[in-house]
């Protein structure tokens, strides 16, 4: 039987009240969401005040923005001038924080570029020196060399169990060979090619005599030059 024209206007009616009501709905929805996901917290673990501030000064424009929008894109930008970090974590704590994980580089030497005094950190950076850095114990490394290139010297000499502790200087010549300087005053040329294995004979040399204040040429293949060096 088909609808009267009452009934069918009443059904429009209910219909257009469906309508309306539902778009309401989902407008107050999708402002509630909104709303509900801006960044309200961020939480930094690992740094020092100083840092913190410096963090907190850079993310100050994405606060009451909407956390699902920050991208990883974001934070390389705000820590790309940080060289002095080895990494760095960012974890979004839904609905309205960001957890931030500090891990600083470790000082592993001193050197001087340009009239300035840096420190090399392990991650292969110079960085300016600052106060808040204890370089007192750390060794110098001469001569313009590549980051890279020392910190292969460095793994090899801690594979093989050397004390880098004990050295005291580091000297990098143009021939793309190293000198080593330790606490006992013991000079270590190194040859230019196959370091590996001269480190082990070199470790070896040290460990089987009480040497001090000695020069230890190591250039030549297959040759041992000890001289004293007073």
Known sequence: MPLSISKKFKFFIYFLIFVFVSTIFNYDLVNYKSEFFLLKNVKIFGANKNLENKINEKIQPFLNQSIINIKKNDFEIIFENF?????????????????????????????????????????????????????????????????????????????????????TEYYYFSSGRWDIKTKDDNLIKLPSKDIANTIILMKRIIKNNNFKKKIIDLRVPNQVIININE
């Open 83 to 167: 060289n002095f970090l080895d990494s760095y974590s960012v974890f979004k704590k839904y609905p309205s924080s960001i957890h931030i994980k500090i891990k600083y580089t470790t000082p592993i030497a001193t050197t001087i570029t340009n009239g300035k005094k840096f420190y090399l950190g392990s991650n292969g950076n110079l960085i300016n020196i600052s106060e808040e850095i204890d370089y007192s114990n750390l060794p110098v490394i001469f001569g313009k060399f590549d980051p890279k290139n020392f910190l292969k010297l460095n793994d090899l000499l801690i594979s093989n169990d050397f004390k880098v502790s004990s050295v």
